[in-house]
């Protein structure tokens, strides 16, 4: 069974670029034009938002460099322990709303200190694996589509974040149990 699914999503995507490529032949438009097109477009996207990535991934090493991370990670962590989500990912959490990337260098310096089958080590990669990066994804894409009116955006995405918190801390808890 899994040499099926290893083999089917081998061939995936380039049956999906074919299906592209047939379905503009048989509509009779110019494929090659249209997808220059669609990269200059792109391409016009990412300088225009390249400003705020640049500044969310400074403000991220500003934080994780001066320690302010571990000291909230300190402040809350008797609140969160009882809960049963460790003080020791709240840098983590905290991150992970603005760069995947950085969380993950986070992350690894977890695994290297609790190691990855510890409680914190579960929580940590169920925790990535059930979260977004609300702040980076709400600049990116509202910027490129010029949204302003971003209603409950916010509100919906912390929500679920939050509830991708809770659901690691009841699988790892599970898992160790």
């Known amino acids: 069974m899994l040499s099926v699914l290893s083999n089917l999503s081998n061939i995936i995507i380039p049956l999906v670029i074919f299906y592209i490529v047939a379905e503009g032949i048989l509509a009779r438009t110019n494929i090659y034009e249209d997808f220059i097109k669609g990269a200059k477009d792109g391409f016009q996207v990412v300088i225009r938002i ?11 090493g500003i934080l994780r460099a001066s320690g302010f991370l571990d000291f909230v990670g300190r ?11 460790p003080s020791e990912l709240i840098p983590v959490t905290i991150i992970k709303m603005f760069s995947s990337s950085a969380a993950t260098g986070l992350v690894l310096d977890l695994f290297k200190r609790y190691g ?3 409680y914190i080590g579960l929580v940590t990669s169920i925790m990535m694996s059930c979260t977004e ?11 490129a589509a010029k949204v302003t009116k971003t209603r409950f955006t916010l509100a919906g995405a912390l929500l679920s974040t939050l509830a991708g918190i809770v659901a690691s801390v009841l699988l790892a808890r599970g898992m160790v149990l």
């Open 116 to 118: 990855t089958d510890s």
């Open 75 to 85: 402040i809350t962590g008797g609140l969160t322990d009882c809960l049963g989500y």
């Open 50 to 60: 390249m400003p705020t990535l640049i500044g969310l991934m400074v403000a991220v």
């Open 133 to 143: 990066t609300v702040f980076y994804t709400m600049s990116v894409y509202f910027m």
